[in-house]
């Protein structure tokens, strides 16, 4: 994070410069043109064409300064993606991404309310679905409920779901997997299906493979 | 004392942010979902296309009592033209039965929801009570008015006047 603060702090310094290269630009483009009048007041005949080669030149001058920020401003939008990119690959780089996902299957015996997922007992995710999400889910929608970042070794993920099961009593259950990150993304997910034999929706967390 | 308390909670609540709500002008809403009274679940994102009205609220909060029945006033007006009202409350959960019970007793007919994690608050950098944020149908604030005066609701009828008929 240090890092990416750091290329933010170079990307800053870019921008400053970018726009301190444009603001004497400006000034220069006020004095010169503050300038011209009162040079051609003073010698209004004797050099007209002095005058006008040099208003030529101050012109070119200014093309070419011009061009200059104006490339300028282009490496500092490149950079800007690079950046960016960097950022997304630093944030959620593949070799040490976990994500979670929650799905639902049948669903008479449970209508879900929200999900809370907890990694290595600290709350990473607190999801609330509404009606339309539920009925999302239970038409074959999947849910990425978390993405995140895990060190390699052993992890605890424990899932609570809450809602409403049968009879339509206030329903909360866990789920718990023990996680051994290693090297590569890994992806869990949540499923809730019923388990007709014994008329109560069942919880299982599993990884893909 | 109930409202000096309040407004402690309040301060302590946005303790550290320098912003305050009228930043969010010209932005994007932040989305959330939240539970209502009613024992649904409500996310702001599926209410796009639709003007929204989002007001703040607390049991501390005085002037929340008159500005309660004044926008359900309002909402019982335009809501068949396409106005969706969500009153979120931000009292502590342990709270949340006299919070139910105020908007009982206030009969307002709009949805209220709780946020008792505070978590909406700080999206929308609630630094007064009550706070009222008007959204257009693409999802962007485009109006937030900070505390209540009456007569305050001819001001919001003729801004959601304005936003119903884009």
Partial sequence: MNRVSTMFSQAGLWLMLAFAMAAPLHAQETAAAADTPLAGDAAPAAAPETSAAATDATTGDFKSLDQEVQSLKKDVLDLNRELFVLEEDLLFPANTQVAVFVSMDVGEFFALDSVTLKIDNKEVANYLYTEREAQALLKGGVHRVYIGNLKTGDHELVALFTGQGPHERDYRRGATLKLTKGVGARYVELKISDRASRAQPEFIVKEWE | ?166
């Avoid at chain 2, 959330?32 to 009205?53: D, T």
């Avoid at chain 2, 709270?95 to 909406?120: N, T, W």
């Fill in chain 2, 1 to 166: 004392m109930a409202a000096l308390f309040g407004g402690v909670c309040l301060a302590l609540l946005l303790a550290g942010q320098s912003h305050c709500a009228t930043s969010l002008i010209g932005q994007p809403a932040p989305d959330f979902a939240l539970r209502s009274l009613s024992g649904e679940n409500i996310r702001l994102s599926e209410h796009l296309g639709e003007v929204v009205v989002i007001n703040f609220w607390a049991t501390w909060c005085g002037p929340c009592r008159q500005e309660m029945p004044a926008l359900d006033e309002l909402y019982a007006k335009y809501k068949l033209a396409g106005l969706t009202l969500l009153g979120v409350n931000i009292d502590d959960s342990n709270a949340s039965a006299r919070a139910a019970e105020m908007a009982q007793g206030l009969k307002v007919s709009y949805p209220v929801l709780f946020d008792d994690r505070k978590e909406v608050a700080r999206a929308f950098d609630v630094s007064a009570m009550p706070l009222t944020v008007m959204i257009d149908r693409e999802g962007v604030v485009r109006q937030v008015y900070e505390g209540f005066k009456p007569g305050q609701q001819k001001r919001y009828a003729e801004q959601l006047r304005e936003l119903l008929n884009q």
